[in-house]
């Protein structure tokens, strides 16, 4: 007499599949929690909105090849920078700090010089790049 044996079900047919896909979904879920965008949170103007800004109310900072940051020729470091920023600040709250970046320096100069831009809730940033021949 011959036993007969239940035949196998494949992986599709079982409730595996459904706990696979389960697991799946959990494990994406939780992985989406650790994916964290961090970059610079900067207001932009709206769309066709215009802000007339005095040549009085420019702070004018350069950023050279090796990242130094000059203001009226004069090289500073990013405590003396922030010192002339706050005293400006203070003074007059509507100034608009522009920096002119070389092509060639670093760039975590430039975004220590925007953090510290952000850190005195500067409203008014400008950054430009200089042209290669300047």
């Not at 700090?97 to 831009?117: D, G, N, P, R, Y």
Request: charged content about 20%; proline content about 2%.
């Amino acid at each position: 007499m011959r036993i007969k044996r239940p035949k196998r079900q494949g992986f599709l047919e079982t409730c595996a599949a459904s706990d696979m896909a389960f697991l799946l979904i959990i494990y994406f879920l939780v992985i989406a929690g650790f994916n964290l965008n961090k970059g610079f949170l900067v207001t932009l103007p709206e769309k066709d909105s215009t802000r007339e800004i005095l040549r009085e109310d420019l702070l004018r900072f350069e950023m050279d090849n090796d990242g130094n940051v000059l203001h009226e020729g004069i090289i500073l470091n990013l405590n003396e920078a922030r010192t002339i920023i706050q005293t400006a600040h203070a003074g007059n709250p509507g100034i608009a700090v522009i920096i002119t970046i070389s092509s060639q320096a670093v760039w975590q100069k430039v975004v220590s010089f925007i953090e510290l831009a952000q850190d005195l809730m500067i409203e008014s940033f400008s950054f430009s790049m200089k042209k290669d021949n300047t």
